[in-house]
Structure formats: C-alpha cells, structure tokens
C-alpha cells in the first residue's frame, strides 16, 4: 500500500461521485426519451439487456476516446505552472454550479440530447447511437470530468478517472431492463436529482480547495 | 383486551405506575452499579444516585402521565449533550485537543460511532477490513460493540433508533424545541430523499477510497465531538464544512423550523433506519373511526412523516422515528404506538408499554455511562 495507491484511491472516488451525479442526472433528463427506445416496446428481459449492454459499451468506448483527448489537450493547454494550479480550480467551481443549477431546475426533461434518436429507423442501432450522445451530451458532470482528465500526471491515471466516471455513471442503467418493474420510480428520480446536487456541492468545495491550494503555492 | 384503557393519569393510579416502573428500576440498577454499588468516592455516588433517579423518575413520569415524547426528550437531549462532553473531556485527557493527528489514525484511537456502518458494510464486503481506525475490541467507544448494539437496536426499534438511541439526535431535537412557532414552515417533500442521497454517496465513495467519507468530509457533530488537525487546506476547509453544517442543519434550521433537520435531510443512517423500519415489530398506526383528521400530528412531527395524505389514507410513512410527539399531541387519542399484525385501535396500552419498556431501556443502560461521567465531572467543577 504505498503513496501512489492512495492517491489513486483518492481520484477515483471523486469521479465516481461526479458519475454517480451524471448518470442519475442522465436518467433525470433522458429517462422518458432513452426508456422507449432502449426497452422496445414488448421485447422482454434479455433484449433489453442486450441493448443495454450494447449502449454502456458504447459509452465506455466514447470516454476511453475522451480520456486520451482530454490528456493530451491538457498536456498542451496546462503546461504553464500557475495556470496548472489555478485554471483547473476556477473551472472545477464554475462547472460545479452548473451542475448544482441543473439540478435544481425544473426544466431538465427539455434538454435531451438523445432526442435525436427519434429520427432514427434501424432499431439496431439506437444503442449505440444513445451511447454516444449520452456521453457527449453537453452537460457540467462531462465538462469537470474532462477537466480533470486534462490536469492528470499520466494517460493511466486520466483513464482511471474515466473508468469511475463510467461505473459511476452506468450504475443507474442497469436496473433499465427491470424498469417496467419497479414500482418507486419517482422515489429514484428524486434521489438522483438530489444526488447530482450534492456531487456539484463537493466539486464546488474540490474547486474552492484547488484554488487556494494553487494561489497558496503560486 | 384494554382497548378503552389509556394511560392518561387521571385513570391510571399513582401505584400502577409505580408497578410499570419497577422492572425498569431493578435493570438500570443493576446496569448502573455492574450489581455492586460503590458509594465511596462521593462525587462518583452522588453522580450514580442523580443518572439513576434521573432516568426511573422520567420513565415514571411517562406511565404517570401518559406523555411519551416529553420525558423522552428530556433524557435524549442529556444524553446526546453528556456523550459530547465525555467524548470531549475523555480527548482532552488522552490526547490535550479536540483533533486528531495522523498517528491517531495509524495507531486506531479514534472513537467509533453508529454514523460509520453504512460505509463499513461494503468494504467489509469486498476487502474483508474495516475502514475505520478505531479499535475493533475493547478500548473506548470500541467498534464491535457499538456495531452489535446499533443492529440489535435498529432490528427491534427501526429508526426508532433515531429517537431513542442516537446519541446525537438530542441535539438538533433540543434545538428544535427553543421557539414555540416556527419561521420557516413549509420544505419541499423531494428533500426528505436527501438521506439516501448522502448514503448512496458515501456507501460507493467509501468503499471506492476505503475511508469512511462521511466522517471525513460531512459529519456535523465533529463540532462537537472530534476532527482532524488543521495542518493545510483541505483539513481547514473540512473544518469549515463541519462548522457549516452544525450551525445550519443542527442549530439554526431547527430553531427556524421546529423540525430535526439533520437527522431529516442529512444522516445516511436514518436512511438505514428508515428501510429497518420496515421489519421493526414497532409502528405508530391511526385509528381512523377516530381520527377527525385536525393535522395537528403533521404540524408536530418532528422528522417529516406525517403528511395529510397519510392521514387521510390512515398510514404513518417509513420516516416515522416513534419519537411520540404525535401520540401527545393527539388529543382523540386516535394515533398510538402499536405492534404489527394487531389493528390499530386495539391493544393500545399493551403495545405503548412494551415498546416505551424496550425502547427506553435502550437508552438509559446506553446514556448511563455518559451521564454519570458528565455528572461526575460537573460535580467536580462544582466542588
């Protein structure tokens, strides 16, 4: 167990937390667009599980992507000392209250992206397709997390953040192809919200955190 | 059986009451004296007679008058205010200060509490550790012990817990009683989720780091109790966040709402204890022949279970911490403590006493060390 160890132990938790938020903030969203098409009408259980898994590897495959991008555009954009310390802080405190706002407004269910799968005709690829825009959707959760894949020491331990930022993310998914099932959807939707609300509060505090600590350290 | 009995005082004999109270009198006894009394310190015996007439007198009390939550509180908030003082004054004695340093941590002598389970479980799952640096037996506040009696508690009690066995919920009820209206009278019905919010987060967030996340980053009572050293940012601003939320959710919005808010909004174990509800043999229930549907028990409820609606479909909602502020304030008598499986309206004094019996045994052989300490040392003080 050494330094190192801990420190990743440490990162991970902070994208784990801001998945955690997206996704059920994604579900708050998207939940009545994505359900019709993910669930397909009458298609049972097992297809459904099938596009599920379809559109969470999808999703993987766009953060992996994500990640490299993000580390290498960091690497450019972050090399100067001081702006490494201070910019990613002011960013993390701007995204933050996004993310706080979006969950406290009343207007979540207008902005899906994956709205635009209703112009699709090959059911086929409606998965892949939510998985894309699903993670490029616009929203604050993908901004921080980007960030933070930008200000990473090496590509791993961007990946690693991505990694929890997907767990984190798609752990509200799973219980899709049982959704016809589950009877307290409101209770769920409630908890994300307030979810996705408390993840903006600690990035907030994050980014408050990493910009004294820069301004500290010149 | 007695349905048309209740315990109201004025029916019940001054004897009867006595009778309800000598089981109590004999356990806490034997509880508060290990079975042999030891009266020759006298700060220490006179602390022993106080604690121990204290909680026999208040039980008493609850028989004599029929009042359940305002004996209750009174016990709950001594409780929670002596915990905080022996906590405090047991650190001062180890360690000179409230905070802990790093080799605290290494060496585990941070004092357990309840508030930790949650995030223990999946750890404990999947790496076969405990998280917490305390010790797992013996010691102060030792982790075994606090773990047994929280699951033996919260199985018989459900978040009835919350009322009758935390030892911080004192402090935010306290609070919650200073004004007599409220300023602040309506919160949003989504805020009551906000428990299960904070568990979801801390139960993943501790078991991805290994730490207990809540205790490093949220809890209010590190006010009161203890934090880490202030050596750089990030512990200042844990500080901060500790400060901040103790003089909001467990100072100043109880005054303004007469509510418990933290234990309402914030504490991932009254999420726990609100799913226990569901198999705790405990409920409060309504009889709706009587019921005349005043709301006055949905004005009073201090945790936000009671909503008109409940009233209306005659169900008190998972929420409910059988604090018993709605059995006072009922003045049909059409809302009491009841055992599942019997019909409201029935058994009404059977299922008040076996659960005021159970509930409040558990919090006087619980609080009694705690109180007798802090009498102990005020009488110190004094003298």
Redesign the interface.
């Known amino acids: 167990m050494d330094r190192q160890y801990f420190y990743r ?2 990162f ?2 902070d994208s ?2 801001l998945g ?1 938020s997206s996704g059920s903030a994604c579900l708050a969203t998207c939940g009545m667009v994505m359900f019709p098409y993910l669930m397909a009408g009458s298609a049972g259980v097992k297809r459904i599980a099938l596009d599920l898994s379809l559109f969470l590897v999808t999703r993987f495959l766009v953060y992996f992507i994500l990640a490299t991008l993000s580390w290498y555009f960091g690497q450019a954009l972050f090399s100067n000392h001081i702006v490494r310390n201070i910019v990613p802080g002011i960013l993390y405190i701007v995204f933050a209250v996004l993310l706080v706002w979006f969950s406290i407004s009343g207007n979540r269910n207008r902005d899906c992206p994956a709205k635009i799968v209703k112009t699709v005709n090959n059911h086929k690829l409606v998965p892949v397709l939510l998985g894309i825009v699903n993670s490029l959707g616009f929203c604050p959760a993908l901004f921080i997390i980007l960030t933070k894949g930008a200000t990473q020491g090496t590509i791993l331990q961007s990946y690693l953040s991505f990694l ?1 930022f997907f767990i ?1 993310s798609s ?1 509200w998914f799973i219980p899709l192809p049982l959704a016809g099932k589950i009877r307290k959807k409101e ?1 769920l939707k ?6 996705t ?3 903006g509060i ?1 990035f907030m ?1 994050k980014g ?2 990493n910009l ?2 820069g301004i ?1 350290n010149g | 059986m007695d349905n048309n009995l209740r315990l109201t005082g004025t029916g019940k004999t001054f004897g009867k009451s006595l009778l309800y109270t000598f089981p109590m009198f004999l356990i806490t006894f034997m509880f508060m004296t290990g079975g042999r009394p030891n009266f020759s310190d006298l700060a220490s015996s006179l602390a022993l007679i106080t604690a121990f007439l204290l909680v026999n007198i208040l039980y008493f009390l609850m028989h004599y008058t029929g009042k359940t939550d305002r004996y209750r509180a009174v016990l709950f908030i001594i409780f929670a205010l002596s915990l905080s003082y022996t906590l405090i004054h047991n650190m001062l004695e180890v360690r000179r200060s409230m905070s802990f340093s790093q080799a605290d941590v290494l060496e585990c002598k941070i004092p357990f509490c309840h508030l930790v389970i949650p995030m223990m479980i999946l750890p404990a799952i999947f790496t076969k550790s405990i998280i917490f640096p305390g010790s797992i037996l013996g010691g102060f506040a030792d982790i075994s012990s606090m773990v047994v009696l929280w699951l033996i508690a919260t199985v018989v009690l459900g978040r009835g817990f919350c009322s009758w066995g935390c030892f911080y919920g004192g402090w935010d009820d306290g609070f919650s009683r200073i004004r007599k209206k409220p300023a602040i009278k309506k919160i949003g019905e989504l805020w009551k989720w906000m428990p299960f919010a904070v568990l979801l987060m801390v139960a993943l967030t501790s078991a991805v780091a290994l730490l207990p996340t809540y205790c490093s980053w949220i809890c209010p009572f590190k006010a009161v109790t203890e934090f880490e050293q202030i050596v750089s940012v990030e512990s200042a601003t844990k500080a901060g966040i500790f400060l901040s939320l103790f003089g909001g959710l467990v100072i100043a919005l109880p005054v303004m709402t007469k509510k418990r808010t933290q234990c309402s909004f914030l504490c991932p174990m009254g999420a726990v204890n609100t799913l226990s509800n569901k198999i705790s043999p405990f409920s409060i229930k309504i009889d709706k022949k009587v019921c005349t549907e005043c709301m006055k028990c949905v004005e009073v409820c201090p945790v936000y279970a009671l909503t008109p609606e409940d009233i209306k479909a005659g169900k008190v909602s998972v929420f409910c911490s059988k604090c018993g502020k709605c059995v006072d304030s009922c003045s049909k008598h059409a809302i009491n403590y009841g055992i599942k499986g019997i019909p409201a309206g029935t058994m009404k004094n059977f299922s008040r006493n076996l659960f005021l019996f159970v509930s409040f045994l558990f919090m006087a052989v619980f609080s009694a060390g705690s109180i007798i300490s802090t009498f102990q040392g005020l009488l110190k003080l004094i003298f």
């Open positions: 132990k440490k991970m938790t784990l937390i955690l929890a984190g752990i209770v409630n908890i994300g919200i307030l979810a609300g408390l993840a600690i505090i408050l955190t004294i600590g500290i």
